[in-house]
């Protein structure tokens, strides 16, 4: 008897251990069926640790390839374990049978009927089971996603890639990690850009949970997540403390989120600030930002004076070492005064702790609402005006959380017996992080400042 050419196909939507169990086990299977059935294979598509229902968003990229193949004739028959391993959305069960009916190609099962696909009873009796398998498929991702979420609720771990930092079961710290952690928080709070802590973490060799190498996108996404603080998250949403240890303190969190968050903090490693007043200072005739530029000293000279300019065009020029010394002088002497420590005092912090259990306690009362509302207890009108108000107070919450303390930034200065050797010592990114936090640089326009230093076209104001 002629063996009919036939493709494997197998998968598994779970492969937490990446070990591919659930694949080999069809694989046993299907030689089995290859034998009893006289097909051989002539292809073999495998899509691992990759869902197959509505609620997958993964791309099955060898589902794909072998629909593109069947198409060009390479085989006769498909073998899968069950339809649910080829496809649970209905959608796709049409290309099945566009298969059948325009290229002839049949299906093969080991746990489930077989119908002729070319006839009208054999489509309309699988397209029933096609619907009755997807929506068994939505009914489990929903008993799934439940679960995941009380178990969030009662801040335990519920599934997920590792989080660096953390052992696999997410209950313990990975000491190395999370000293890893701890230092890109204090780095980035004292005011490191994010481009630079990721090249360092790169330059010493400490890699990802993956295996690879820092970017600033990795790092961020890290350094947002709620876990590190001790706090259990269910689809981006805080719904109480993690029984795990923290890495960071909650303030330390929230002011690194809010950090994090600012559209304004460039992430790219190319464009590094050069100077230290280059998109910090401001011009005081549009208001836009300050960059460095260099000009001609005279005509009979090859050489360039460099300046300090408007980024949108002429509306200011002065001369940017006469510039950097000065505001330079003004931060080292106002760090040296007596009364510097002060600038670590911070009346306006928040207490977040308090604040989050604020939180979680009104976003209870939005699902109580939710629910009075359903039982008839409460009319639309009155679910909208309880819900506003709650939403309210939500929002200035989360305004008062993303306050950000000043005192990484400036501590290492204010506690200095010598505050310009430490100065001098300090990378640029640090002395420009120092300039944001204790003042605003204003350049006025007027007066051609190349013979000499006018500090009236200079406006500081102090920030602290």
């Known amino acids: 008897m002629r063996k009919r050419p036939a493709a494997k196909y197998r998968r598994i939507s779970q492969d937490r251990e990446g070990q591919e169990l659930g694949v080999q086990r069809q694989d046993e299977d299907l030689d089995a069926l290859a034998e009893r059935r006289g097909l051989v294979y002539v292809a073999d598509f495998v899509d691992n640790d990759l869902g197959a229902s509505s609620r997958s968003r993964k791309p099955r990229p060898e589902y794909r390839r072998m629909l593109e193949a069947a198409r060009a004739g390479q085989f006769e028959v498909i073998a899968a374990y069950t339809t649910g ?9 049409e290309d099945l049978i566009d298969l059948a009916t325009e290229h002839g190609v049949e299906f093969a099962y080991i746990r489930s009927p077989e119908f002729d696909l070319t006839t009208a009873q054999g489509r309309r009796i699988a397209r029933t089971l096609a619907a009755q398998d997807a929506g068994e498929a939505e009914e489990m991702g929903e008993r799934v996603a439940r679960a995941a979420q009380q178990r969030a609720e009662r801040g335990l771990n519920h ?6 930092g953390y052992t696999k079961d997410g ?41 690879m190498k820092w970017t600033p996108g990795t790092a961020r996404d890290l350094l947002r997540r709620p876990r590190l603080a001790g706090l259990s998250e269910y689809r981006g949403q805080v719904v109480g403390k993690g029984q795990w240890p923290a890495i960071l303190t909650e303030e330390t969190h929230a002011a690194l989120v809010t950090l994090l968050n600012d559209p304004s903090r460039r992430t790219t490693t190319g464009n590094r600030a050069a100077y230290l007043l280059s998109g910090i200072a ?13 000009i001609k000293r005279d005509r009979e000279s090859d050489g360039y004076r460099y300046i300090y300019k408007c980024r949108a065009g002429a509306c200011v020029g002065r001369r940017r070492d006469w510039v950097d010394d000065y505001v330079t002088e003004l931060a080292i002497a106002r760090l040296a005064r007596p009364d510097a420590r002060d600038l670590l005092v911070d009346d306006n912090r928040p207490d977040v702790p308090a604040l989050r259990e604020e939180s979680l306690a009104l976003r209870v009362r939005l699902d109580d609402l939710a629910a009075a509302f359903a039982d008839g207890a409460i009319d639309r009108g009155q679910l909208r005006a309880g819900s506003e108000r709650i939403r309210a107070r939500l929002d200035e919450i989360e305004a008062a959380i993303s306050h950000s303390s000043r005192a990484p930034v400036l501590a290492e200065l204010v506690d200095a017996d010598d505050v310009r050797a430490v100065w001098d010592q300090l990378p640029l ?8 936090t204790l ?5 006025q326009p007027g007066g051609s400042g190349r013979r000499e230093f006018d500090p009236s076209k200079v406006e500081i104001t102090w920030n602290t």
């Open 85 to 93: 391993r080829l496809t649970r959305r209905p959608r796709e069960f």
């Open 159 to 164: 599934g997920g890639r590792r989080c660096f």
């Open 171 to 211: 209950l313990q710290l990975e000491p190395a990690e999370a000293a890893e952690v701890a230092k890109m928080a204090e780095q980035l709070l004292a005011g490191v850009p994010l481009g630079a802590v990721t090249r360092d973490l790169n330059n010493r060799g400490v890699v990802t949970v993956r295996g």
């Open 282 to 294: 401001r011009c005081g005739k549009c208001g836009g930002s300050i960059t460095s530029a260099g």
């Open 429 to 436: 990114e640090r002395q420009r992080a120092v300039i944001q």
């Open 439 to 443: 003042m605003t640089v204003t350049l």
